[in-house]
Structure formats: structure tokens, C-alpha cells
């Protein structure tokens, strides 16, 4: 395994949930954190608790929904680490309610696509980049496994989607050693999974990490699903 210290992260949706253990678990590896919810008030806590445990982070707001505010939150991002971002996880997700097939309004569909698809693909575009000049960069983009529920297609779709950007990017990344991956947390007990969920939120770790770990030779375009890895093993 790699080492990530000193390096760069962005965590979008860090404020709870995967995005929450996944940071933690950055900065118990050494990286520099760069936290991330709709607001900043949504991440103070947290933002302190790292602070105290000596892990150099900062945090960030902004609402995926908006373009504005997704490139705002590009630039100061680019700020923050003179634009060498080492670790782009791509977390943060709105999933719409449970309804009747054939109901999501073009609002759903649409505030779906541009949170879950478009704010992490632009997000890539954005970083890339630099990290291949760098010749070092690890993308995580975070799916799911969900399947043959069309009361959430929206949400399905936007994620369907979002393999595809990555399925598509492999072979610009062949050869390199930036390496953008796919994780399924699989079904947990946050506040999008909600409270029938099998999995506590923990059981992300390690598995989250894996796609991050890899050397150069471990690639691009791999699904790895979180609850495939178990602590110790
Ligand atoms: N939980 C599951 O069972 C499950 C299963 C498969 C895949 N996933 C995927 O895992 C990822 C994390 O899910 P989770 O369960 O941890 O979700 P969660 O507990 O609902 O947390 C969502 C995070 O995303 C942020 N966020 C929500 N809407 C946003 C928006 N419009 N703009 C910017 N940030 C926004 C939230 O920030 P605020 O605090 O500001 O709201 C929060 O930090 C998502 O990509 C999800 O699709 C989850």
C-alpha cells in the first residue's frame, strides 16, 4: 500500500455518512483534509475536531445543486492547495424520495443529475488536469449498487451516469498514475440509508480507502465495493 501522507484530499458531503469515515480515516493516514457540506455551519464541529487532533484541515460550503457554487467551490479549492490536489473523493449524493414509478418530476431528475453527475464531473474536469502533470492523483466517485428500483430512478440514473464518466475517462488515464475508481459503500445506516439499513456507517472503513491505496499498476475503472473489505484482512 501507498503512502498518502501529506497529500492533498477533498472529501465532498463530509459533514456525516461515508464522506464523515472516509475523512477520518484520510487524516489518520496523514493527508491534509479539505471538509465539505452545503454549509460551513455543517461542518464546524467536525472541522474542529480535526484541528485538535493536530491534522491540518480546512472546510468548504457549497451546494452542488448550483453551477455557481460548484465552480466557487473549484476555485477555492485550487486556493487551498496552490491547485495541487492529490485525492479527490467525490461523496456527496441527494437521493429523491420513494414514490410511485413514473413520478419524478423534471425538478428531481434534474437536481439529481446535477448534484450526483455533473457537480463530480465537473470536479474531475477540474482537477485532472493538474494531476496528471503531476503524474500522481487517485479519484474516488462514489455509486451504488442499487438496482431494479424504479420508485428511485432519479437517483439510479444520476449514478448510472456517473459510471459512465469514469468507464469513459480509462482510457485517458491508461499509463498514468492517476487513477479514477468507483466505490459502493454499500446499504448503511446514515441518513440516506436510513435506519433499516444493514450496515453501521463504520463498515465503510477500510473498504473506502482501498481505491486510494492502490499503486500505480492497480488502474482505473474498478468498482470495489466497501463491505468486500473487512478490518484485518
Ligand atoms: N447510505 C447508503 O446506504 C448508500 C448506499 C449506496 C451509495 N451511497 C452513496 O454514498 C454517498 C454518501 O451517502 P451517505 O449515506 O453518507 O449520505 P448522507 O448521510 O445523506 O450525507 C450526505 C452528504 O452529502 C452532502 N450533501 C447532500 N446534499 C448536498 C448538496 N445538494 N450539495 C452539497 N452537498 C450535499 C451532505 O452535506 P450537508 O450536511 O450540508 O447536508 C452530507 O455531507 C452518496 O454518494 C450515496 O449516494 C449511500
Known amino acids: ?8 484530499a477533498l472529501v465532498t458531503g463530509s459533514s456525516r455518512g461515508v464522506g464523515r469515515r472516509v475523512s477520518m480515516a484520510l487524516a489518520e493516514k496523514g493527508c491534509k483534509l479539505i471538509i465539505h457540506a452545503r454549509t ?26 448550483s453551477a455557481d457554487a460548484i465552480d466557487g467551490l473549484i476555485r477555492q479549492v485550487k486556493d487551498i492547495t496552490d491547485n495541487q490536489l492529490d485525492i479527490l473523493y467525490n461523496n456527496a449524493a441527494i437521493m429523491t424520495r420513494y414514490q410511485p414509478v413514473f413520478a419524478p418530476t423534471y425538478d ?4 439529481s443529475f446535477m448534484v450526483n453527475t455533473i457537480a463530480p464531473a465537473k470536479l474531475c474536469d477540474a482537477f485532472i488536469p493538474a494531476m496528471l502533470e503531476n503524474n500522481w492523483g487517485r479519484i474516488v466517485n462514489v455509486t451504488s449498487g442499487i438496482a431494479d428500483q424504479p420508485q428511485l430512478m432519479a437517483y ?25 475508481n468507483l466505490l459502493d459503500p454499500g446499504w448503511l445506516r446514515t441518513d440516506m440509508g436510513g435506519d433499516q439499513a444493514p450496515n453501521h456507517p463504520d463498515s465503510v472503513i477500510p473498504g473506502a480507502l482501498v481505491p486510494v ?7 482505473s475503472g474498478v468498482l470495489y465495493n466497501a463491505q468486500n473489505f473487512k478490518e484485518g484482512q
Not at 1 to 8: A, L, P
Not at 40 to 65: D, I, K, N, Q, W
Not at 108 to 111: A, P, S
Request: charged letters at 30%.
Open 40 to 65: 460551513l455551519e455543517a461542518t464546524r464541529e467536525f472541522l474542529s475536531e480535526f484541528r485538535a487532533s493536530g491534522a491540518e484541515a480546512h472546510a468548504v460550503a457549497a451546494e452542488l445543486g
Open 213 to 219: 491505496l492502490l499503486d500505480k499498476d492497480g488502474g
Open 156 to 180: 439510479s440514473c444520476s449514478k448510472a451516469a456517473l459510471d459512465r464518466y469514469v468507464r469513459d475517462m480509462v482510457p485517458t488515464l491508461k499509463d498514468t498514475n492517476v487513477l479514477m
Open 1 to 8: 500500500m501507498i503512502d498518502i501522507k501529506n497529500k492533498w
Open 108 to 111: 428531481e431528475y434534474q437536481l
